[in-house]
């Protein structure tokens, strides 16, 4: 399984970036998946997952309202839309295999993205 993210930048606080993730190697439209991010000196942080359709979406709190994630299963990508930027956001984004409870067992995440947030 290969998981590629790009478009990590620095932004401004409030302001927004775009993030995707180009899986291969798996069924992608069967797959759940996840954002989980790393600040530096702290442990991996779940963000968002959503399901191999979409239907189900779950944020954490410290997201809720300001991230969106989604997924195009024709292009095998998964995105996750960020607004109204916080300096707290700051950290190495991943896109993982799995849901909001297993990507911890799946252990299969990409090289990740770095987001700057900062005036």
């Known amino acids: 399984v290969q998981l590629v993210e790009s478009g990590g930048d620095w932004a401004e606080p409030g302001g927004s970036l775009t993030l995707d993730c180009v899986v291969s190697g798996l069924t992608f439209g069967a797959a759940f998946m996840t954002w989980v991010r790393q600040a530096p000196g702290k442990d991996l942080e779940w963000v968002s997952s959503?399901?191999?359709?979409?239907?189900?979406?779950n944020y954490a709190d410290s997201v809720k309202g300001r991230f969106t994630i989604s997924r195009d299963n024709a292009k095998s990508t998964v995105y996750l839309q960020m607004n109204s930027l916080r300096p707290e956001d700051t950290a190495v984004y991943y896109c993982a295999r799995g849901g909001k409870i297993t990507w911890k067992d799946f252990r299969s995440w990409g090289q990740g993205t770095q987001v700057t947030v900062s005036s």
């Open positions: 959503i399901s191999n359709a979409g239907t189900i979406i």
